[in-house]
């Protein structure tokens, strides 16, 4: 049998030094300040290619905002000296915009998302499955231009596709749109990635690579 020493009571004054530092323990550190965001954002419209109907242009612009905002290099709130509640309220001044945006060491820049395809099928069942496989794709691209010089800027792509399972009694437009939904969080995702990962390239770095031959 092994035999623990019973630990001796520490004095008044260590007991004391001691719940000091279990209360500084238990206190939160501070959270790092976040950086300021690093551009502003004036989302200007989500457009279908010739051809291409989605039925879902209001929820992607809801979509494209939302990925938008959750971005903390990106701000879609007009710098305050403007005085504009939303950013279709701008001044015309390119100055004054030029001004408010050196003010908070900001770069604006104006974007769309364009819907270029959308592929629809239906597949047969898979080998030894009974339901067939509906599909849903998009494939789509964020651009814009800088403002207020109205310069192109960079963009970003998107792409993605859905599948499920169908039953013969199943509405394949409702289903199909439910999976086109999806397939569009995903690629609007995409895109605003890839937008904000070129965006915050030095400059000399936004150049395409040269083809490799």
Not at 176 to 188: D, F, N, V
Not at 198 to 207: A, N, Q, T, V, Y
């Amino acid at each position: 049998m092994t035999l623990a020493a019973r630990p001796t009571k520490p004095s008044l004054c260590y007991a004391w030094v001691l719940a000091l530092i279990a209360a500084g323990a238990t206190r939160a550190a501070p959270a790092d300040a976040a950086p300021p965001p690093r551009f502003f954002v004036v989302v200007r419209d989500v457009e279908e290619a010739p051809g291409v109907r989605t039925g879902l242009v209001p929820e992607m612009k809801a979509l494209f905002r939302e990925n938008l905002g959750r971005r903390p290099e990106l701000t879609l709130a007009p710098p305050p000296e403007l005085g504009a509640a939303t950013a279709a309220e701008l001044p015309a001044d390119p100055e004054a915009l030029r001004a408010a945006l050196r003010a908070h060491k900001l770069k604006a820049i104006e974007v769309t998302l364009r819907i270029l395809e959308i592929t629809s099928a239906v597949d047969p069942p898979p080998a030894g499955k009974p339901f067939r496989v509906l599909k849903r794709g998009i494939r789509l691209s964020v651009f814009g231009t800088t403002l207020p010089d109205k310069v192109m800027a960079i963009g970003g792509d998107g792409d993605s596709m859905i599948a499920a399972e169908v039953r013969k009694s199943d509405d394949l437009d409702r289903e199909g749109k439910q999976l086109l939904a999806e397939a569009a969080k995903i690629a609007i995702g995409q895109a605003v990635d890839m937008t904000v990962t070129k965006l915050m390239l030095p400059s000399g770095d936004k150049k395409k690579p040269p083809k490799k031959k």
